[in-house]
């Protein structure tokens, strides 16, 4: 069996950082859960600690991809085979979680767990849905694989993708979403998707409007861009790794 860590990237999410783990850890029974703490200033750590978690607490904020990096780094040198990334909001459906392993498993190194790709679409406004969809078909264009939804931070990364993200995972915004699946496939991994079952923020309120998108769109083309110009290679694995 795979040495699996779930890495819960979480800032300000007292509210509901601790039901994630119990659910991660009712889910995927076998796996260890680190929450890397964004250096938040409410209860996260210790709800997420109280909850069975290990926490890593960060001096400073790093954001969402900084987070993951620092699990991805952990996950190397504790010997992980596969890293899970669940947020720590409550949005992604833990039950989901042994279906992304099991994608790995089926030979995937990269599974994203996609809304708007089963019978339970995710909702978001037409402006919105519709600049997610360009971004969709030009990172599946490049990937070499149909993904419907390339902004999910739902993901499971095994042990070639592993190595890769430790050393390169970008924390630029939206690098730990779209950079990521570009440099997955110039490092030459397969890159697959798995239909998952999202729930909207009961914390917070996510960006909406026509301007927004507009501005989301080009940022996203940008991040895309850098993947594509940036030098990128798989580390070579120490004795004994897989």
């Given at each position: 069996?795979?040495?699996?860590?779930?890495?819960?990237?979480?800032?300000?999410?007292?509210?509901?950082?601790?039901?994630?783990?119990?659910?991660?850890?009712?889910?995927?029974?076998?796996?260890?859960?680190?929450?890397?703490?964004?250096?938040?200033?409410?209860?996260?750590?210790?709800?997420?600690?109280?909850?069975?978690?290990?926490?890593?607490?960060?001096?400073?904020?790093?954001?969402?991809?900084?987070?993951?990096?620092?699990?991805?780094?952990?996950?190397?040198?504790?010997?992980?085979?596969?890293?899970?990334?669940v947020d720590g909001d409550?949005?992604?459906?833990?039950?989901?979680?042994?279906?992304?392993?099991?994608?790995?498993?089926?030979?995937?190194?990269?599974?994203?767990?996609?809304?708007?790709?089963?019978?339970?679409?995710?909702?978001?406004?037409?402006?919105?849905?519709?600049?997610?969809a360009i971004l969709a078909?030009?990172?599946?264009?490049?990937?070499?694989?149909?993904?419907?939804?390339?902004?999910?931070?739902?993901?499971?990364?095994?042990?070639?993708?592993?190595?890769?993200?430790?050393?390169?995972?970008?924390?630029?915004?939206?690098?730990?979403?779209?950079?990521?699946?570009?440099?997955?496939?110039?490092?030459?991994?397969?890159?697959?998707?798995?239909?998952?079952?999202?729930?909207?923020?009961?914390?917070?309120?996510?960006?909406?409007?026509?301007?927004?998108?507009?501005?989301?769109?080009?940022?996203?083309?940008?991040?895309?861009?850098l993947g594509m110009v940036?030098?990128?290679?798989?580390?070579?694995?120490?004795?004994?790794?897989?």
């Amino acid at each position: 069996m795979l040495r699996t860590l779930v890495v819960v990237p979480a800032l300000d999410e007292e509210h509901t950082v601790a039901a994630v783990v119990a659910g991660v850890r009712r889910d995927l029974p076998g796996a260890d859960v680190l929450v890397v703490d964004d250096h938040s200033s409410d209860a996260t750590g210790a709800r997420a600690a109280a909850a069975g978690a290990v926490v890593a607490r960060l001096p400073f904020r790093l954001g969402v991809g900084g987070a993951v990096r620092t699990g991805f780094t952990h996950a190397v040198r504790e010997g992980y085979d596969v890293v899970v990334q669940v947020d720590g909001d409550g949005q992604h459906d833990t039950r989901h979680l042994p279906e992304l392993v099991a994608a790995l498993e089926a030979g995937a190194d990269v599974v994203v767990g996609a809304r708007f790709a089963g019978a339970d679409p995710y909702g978001v406004s037409r402006t919105r849905r519709a600049v997610m969809a360009i971004l969709a078909r030009l990172v599946s264009a490049i990937v070499g694989s149909h993904l419907t939804d390339v902004t999910s931070g739902y993901r499971a990364a095994g042990p070639r993708a592993v190595r890769v993200f430790a050393e390169h995972y970008p924390a630029e915004y939206l690098g730990d979403t779209l950079e990521t699946l570009v440099i997955a496939r110039r490092c030459r991994l397969v890159v697959r998707q798995v239909p998952v079952r999202m729930t909207a923020r009961e914390h917070g309120r996510p960006s909406q409007g026509v301007v927004g998108s507009v501005v989301y769109l080009s940022r996203a083309v940008a991040a895309i861009g850098l993947g594509m110009v940036r030098r990128w290679s798989v580390p070579v694995p120490v004795e004994g790794a897989p």
